[in-house]
């Protein structure tokens, strides 16, 4: 079956704009996280959707945001991108609640110059 | 407050020889144990996970892990390492009522010839 896909793969922003990353889990999935990745921080949660509502949420400020469509598939989206937003954004679905482990995707590599 | 140590940065082993990966976590239940290995510019890939039962695991690749209660520790191993086990390798527990992954900050391993 087909792994979670994660679209655009590499993107380029300026200060200031805005962006929306997508993420199709793996059919039958219910849940997505969004996670974000740098160098310094290692891997921090962003949220996590399940069936269309927000289950968890990390400590991001209300810049970040996301949502669940009904066929599961999920957007996440960061408003007045700060240099600081540059990252590798993961995309992790799973059945449930993860018992049986997160599948991610390859991520988006965003780049605010 | 729940947590995950992975005391090593980098690890250096020759191809051919044995892998210990070290992992401790922070919890009062027996949490949801993970190890996931990401190489260069990927997602993340499951390599075998813990929720009861034999305290010894195996997983895909050659790898296997070992719970052990009494020093909350989940230690990845591989008995003959592979160039191509070049990678970074990430513990994860689940835990808590929201069931909330909590990462530890990676270990990267690299492969002598």
């Known amino acids: 079956k087909a792994g979670v896909t994660q679209t655009p793969r590499y993107l380029i922003k300026t200060r200031g704009q805005q962006v929306t990353l997508s993420c199709s889990p793996i059919s039958g999935h219910r849940s997505v996280s969004w996670y974000q990745q740098t160098p310094g921080q290692g891997l921090q949660f962003l949220f996590e959707?399940?069936?269309?509502?927000?289950?968890n949420k990390g400590n991001f400020p209300g810049r970040f945001s996301g949502r669940q469509f009904s066929n599961s598939r999920s957007e996440m989206n960061v408003s007045t991108l700060e240099l600081g937003d540059s990252a590798l954004y993961l995309c992790?679905?799973?059945?449930?609640?993860?018992?049986?482990?997160?599948?991610f995707g390859s991520g988006t590599r965003l780049t605010v110059v | 407050a729940q947590s995950v140590t992975q005391p090593d940065i980098h690890i250096t082993v020759s191809e051919g020889a044995s892998l210990e990966l070290r992992c401790n976590y922070s919890?009062?239940?027996?949490?949801?144990l993970f190890w996931y290995v990401q190489s260069p510019g990927q997602g993340l890939q499951l390599l075998l996970k813990y929720f009861s039962g034999d305290t010894l695991v195996q997983g895909i690749k050659g790898f296997e892990a070992e719970f052990k209660r009494s020093q909350s520790s989940f230690n990845l191993r591989k008995p003959s390492v592979h160039w191509s086990d070049a990678a970074e390798y990430f513990c994860?527990?689940?835990?808590?009522?929201?069931?909330?992954?909590?990462w530890g900050a990676g270990t990267k391993l690299i492969i002598k010839p």
């Open positions: 959707y399940f069936s269309e509502t927000q289950r």
């Open positions: 994860a527990v689940g835990a808590g009522s929201n069931y909330q992954l909590i």
């Open positions: 992790a679905s799973s059945f449930d609640r993860g018992h049986d482990g997160y599948t």
């Open positions: 919890y009062g239940a027996t949490p949801y």
